[in-house]
């Protein structure tokens, strides 16, 4: 007997308890056995288990009265948003999580949005009711406002004791609607995921729309026209399990033979070779850009082989990591890339460090400049180093974000201060209820990549969250900052600042370096420079060496001679050059880190 299928997602802010709800339904499901049963099943990578966040988005097929259950676990971090959207077009209904104790938040927003976008059929639940500050009327009415559905409608449930969780079963099987083909004659498959085995080669995790596709079968990616066959296909059960084929509406996984990830890029459509002329892609195939750039440096400078292999591999399992290799005075060789988000860079840092055993430095995050040159060529700028003379540029612009901030409204007079601050644009304010509000704001990218979201917790103590979408590029006056240190440009140091904060940037930065550079036998000179134009200065004193110690007694001339011949001799090494300063890691690291 063929069983009806069901494909939802559960979404959700970070930590509102996704994770820990799909493990309580492979529980009651019987997926996984007691004995196998862990917390965060399907979060495999021990970062997200630490951490406590879903990285990586994971699908589990699941039987349950007489229904096969696809079941897509997704991440809530913002930087990983692109892939929430895409495990959204492969289902056709989606579990809207609500702390009951926090309430609705800005992803909750922004998922819920996309959600909607794609038609799905919203089940909203409020979860963690076992908590004793859950306040379940006042989440209820949140979720009744925003959602327009009536209060009986919002099930309620904990993730962590079970309670509920078989009335949302019940509600996946009756609401959600079954798969309908596209009316397609052709096979199409939806990638909502890739990743890279060591002895299988690239997995695609797929939702098949329309046809079917058998092992063996000879298969063309319509996105980057990469070829492969599947050799493999199957179902998560969480484990992958094979099986002859995939049918239509179903979700399992194919291993395609490729060898490169970047070659199946979540979003694409994979189709039977003998079709590719007549098949149409699936909507909504986009290349993930990265927005925000830093340089990563081996912490032991001889280690620039292993953090070349160690970035190949972890290329493998993350397309949407970009880098090129760099070189700098200061830190030696290194690579510069691409990131998703600040998130998505630590978690990069984090596993080169747990996976490779890579500890490295990482230059401050900064953003990709477009610069369009006088003579009409355009250039995207990664570092400030890149930036061409002034004379031949014509523009700069910057990256800008939709930014949605959820707060109490008591917080509001802050929060928009520091939005104002941060150079940010108010566009327009809703109210939740009386208490909650969302503010609309585009602001630079360049804000929110520094200390926007401290910043943010403080002026809120801890109340706001935020959610942020690329919106375009913007034309801005910035310039390079060169920083000198005893008159010799040191380029490490180097960064992109706008030009009525570029005094106060060059002040801090020489301010900082006269705390951390150590005192030589000479005066060091600390610049910050535009062109040839210095802006701030510090001055950090020699070291005196007690030259006259082995003096006693006699005429003041001996000592004075001996001081003489000591200051001939500081002057001699500024000349020669010989008085060369070691700008210790701890200096860079202070400057970068803003």
């Known amino acids: 007997m063929k069983h009806a299928i069901r494909n939802f997602c559960i979404i959700a802010h970070i930590d509102h308890g996704k994770s820990t709800l799909a493990d309580r339904m492979l529980e009651i499901t019987e997926t996984v056995t007691k004995r196998e049963m862990k917390a965060q099943l399907l979060d495999s990578m021990d970062l997200e288990r630490e951490r406590g966040i879903t990285i990586k988005l994971q699908p589990v097929r699941m039987l349950y009265k007489n229904n096969?259950?696809?079941?897509?676990?997704?991440?809530?971090?913002?930087?990983?948003s692109y892939e929430v959207s895409r495990s959204l077009a492969a289902v056709e209904g989606a579990v809207l999580l609500v702390d009951a104790s926090q309430g609705i938040q800005a992803q909750t927003l922004a998922n819920l949005y996309l959600a909607v976008e794609q038609n799905l059929t919203i089940i909203p639940v409020l979860n963690k009711i076992d908590l004793p500050n859950a306040d379940v009327e006042k989440v209820r009415n949140e979720v009744v406002k925003v959602l327009g559905c009536a209060p009986e409608e919002v099930l309620l449930a904990s993730g962590k004791t079970g309670a509920g969780v078989v009335e949302i079963l019940d509600a996946v099987v009756r609401l959600i609607p079954a798969p309908k083909p596209k009316d397609s004659m052709h096979t199409r498959a939806l990638i909502?995921?890739?990743l890279f085995d060591s002895y299988k080669g690239v997995v695609a995790e797929v939702r098949v729309m329309d046809g079917i596709i058998r092992k063996g079968d000879a298969l063309t990616l319509l996105g980057t026209r990469a070829k492969g066959e599947a050799l493999e296909v199957g179902i998560y059960t969480p484990k992958m399990k094979p099986i002859d084929a995939l049918e239509e509406g179903m979700i399992g996984y194919v291993i395609t033979g490729l060898r490169d990830v970047t070659e199946c890029r979540v979003g694409d459509t994979l189709t039977q070779s003998a079709q590719v002329?007549?098949?149409q892609a699936l909507a909504g195939y986009r290349e993930v850009k990265p927005m925000v750039f830093a340089g990563i440096?081996?912490?032991?400078?001889?280690?620039?082989?292993?953090?070349?292999?160690s970035m190949e591999k972890l290329k493998l399992n993350d397309a949407a990591l970009a880098y090129e290799p760099e070189h700098s005075k200061a830190l030696g060789y290194g690579f510069r890339c691409g990131f998703l988000g600040l998130l998505h860079l630590e978690i990069v840092q984090?596993?080169?460090?747990?996976?490779?055993?890579?500890?490295v430095m990482i230059t401050v995050p900064s953003v990709g400049y477009n610069v369009t040159l006088t003579n009409g060529d355009l250039l995207?700028?990664?570092?400030?180093l890149d930036l061409p003379d002034a004379v031949r540029i014509a523009k700069i612009e910057e990256p800008l974000m939709t930014v949605a901030i959820v707060v109490p409204s008591g917080y509001l007079g802050g929060i928009m201060n520091l939005c104002a601050e941060k150079r940010g644009v108010l566009h327009h304010t809703e109210y939740i209820d009386e208490t909650l509000v969302v503010l609309h704001y585009t602001l630079p990218l360049t804000s929110l990549i520094t200390d926007f979201?401290?910043?943010?917790?403080?002026?809120?103590?801890?109340?706001?969250?935020?959610?942020?979408?690329?919106?375009?590029?913007?034309?801005?006056?910035?310039?390079?900052?060169?920083?000198?240190?005893?008159?010799?440009?040191?380029?490490?140091?180097?960064?992109?600042?706008?030009?009525?904060?570029?005094?106060?940037?060059?002040?801090?930065?020489?301010?900082?370096?006269?705390?951390?550079?150590?005192?030589?036998?000479?005066?060091i000179k600390l610049q910050a420079a535009i062109g040839g134009k210095i802006i701030a200065g510090e001055r950090i004193s020699a070291l005196r060496k007690d030259v006259t110690a082995k003096l006693y007694g006699g005429d003041v001339t001996r000592k004075r001679k001996l001081l003489e011949k000591q200051k001939k001799g500081k002057k001699k090494m500024m000349a020669m050059g010989t008085g060369k300063v070691d700008i210790p890691n701890d200096a860079f690291l202070a400057v970068l880190k803003k």
Do not use: C, W
């Not at 696809?70 to 971090?77: A, K, M």
């Not at 440096?297 to 292999?309: Q, Y």
């Not at 984090?350 to 500890?359: D, F, H, I, S, V």
């Not at 995207?380 to 400030?384: A, D, E, F, R």
């Open 297 to 309: 440096f081996p912490r032991e400078g001889n280690n620039f082989a292993e953090l070349r292999e």
């Open 277 to 279: 002329k007549e098949t």
């Open 68 to 80: 096969t259950l696809n079941l897509i676990d997704t991440p809530g971090h913002v930087d990983f």
């Open 192 to 194: 909502f995921d890739s």
């Open 350 to 359: 984090e596993r080169l460090l747990r996976e490779y055993g890579m500890e």
């Open 380 to 384: 995207t700028i990664k570092s400030p």
């Open 453 to 523: 979201y401290d910043k943010l917790k403080s002026v809120s103590s801890g109340y706001a969250s935020l959610n942020y979408d690329f919106k375009g590029y913007q034309e801005v006056e910035v310039v390079r900052i060169d920083i000198l240190v005893a008159e010799e440009p040191v380029e490490a140091l180097a960064v992109i600042a706008y030009r009525d904060e570029a005094h106060e940037t060059g002040k801090r930065i020489v301010h900082i370096l006269k705390d951390k550079i150590p005192r030589t036998q000479f005066v």
